[in-house]
């Protein structure tokens, strides 16, 4: 199975992604809410705030959409269908999930709990709902699995995790979710990504017709004519 085989060669990037997002579960569980999200925001700088004012936007599914429109136009179907299917899987899970708990913002929450919590990046759209999971880090995890997933070159490994982690903390930066929602947002995103490989390269799912009347007829000639 082409899955197996291609999980088992980045297990650099799987062992490493799963490593962090352990310490940041064991972290998230060592802390309270309020706490844990201070020790993440404890420095802002404001060359800070505007480099994440902008790099969070890397997270949007619009980028995901742009990257399989240019995998498309290089004739990369295959691989523009995988990036496709995964954010389509990741966004749909991600919704349902918000609806579901309806967790609070942290400036929300923060009003809630009558915490003062005052650093708040100019620019920025705050939400009161629908803070569990984040949207932006499934986006960014689901499009970074894939692209390690589809091309051969495992340099491609650390910039690709490296920028999936960029997003997700951004989104802690800018107070727009906690830890937690980052957690379950990445998990998802990389859940996601190796679901879609799978049906596209094991399952076949989305061969086309004439491959797949190819495919037949090869399979009748080799019935045919045993070795």
């Keep these: 199975m082409r899955t197996i085989k291609r999980l088992t060669e980045l297990n650099y990037y799987f062992f490493t992604a799963m490593s962090i997002l352990l310490l940041a579960l064991i972290f998230n569980f060592s802390f309270s809410k309020t706490d844990g999200f201070l020790i993440f925001n404890w420095f802002h700088p404001t060359w800070l705030d505007i480099f994440f004012k902008y790099v969070t936007n890397l997270g949007d599914g619009l980028i995901s959409i742009l990257a399989a429109a240019i995998l498309l136009a290089f004739r990369k179907k295959k691989k523009a269908i995988t990036v496709a299917l ?28 009558l915490f003062q919590y005052t650093h708040f990046v100019d620019g920025v759209k705050m939400h009161d709902q629908n803070s569990f999971p984040s949207g932006h880090t499934a986006s960014a995890f689901a499009l970074a699995t894939v692209l390690v997933l589809v091309f051969r070159k495992k340099k491609i490994s650390p910039y690709c995790l490296f920028f999936a982690f960029l997003i997700g903390y951004s989104r802690i930066y800018l107070a727009q979710h906690f830890l937690i929602d980052v957690f379950f947002g990445a998990i998802t995103g990389i859940i ?36």
């Design 192 to 227: 996601c990504a190796v679901v879609s490989y799978h049906q596209v390269y094991d399952l076949q799912l989305f061969r086309s017709a004439k491959l797949n009347r190819r495919y037949k007829q090869l399979k009748i000639t080799n019935q045919a004519n045993p070795i």
């Design 86 to 113: 995964a954010y389509i899987y990741s966004g749909l899970l991600i919704q349902i999930a918000k609806r579901i708990f309806n967790m609070p913002r942290p400036k929300y929450f923060f009003e809630q709990t």
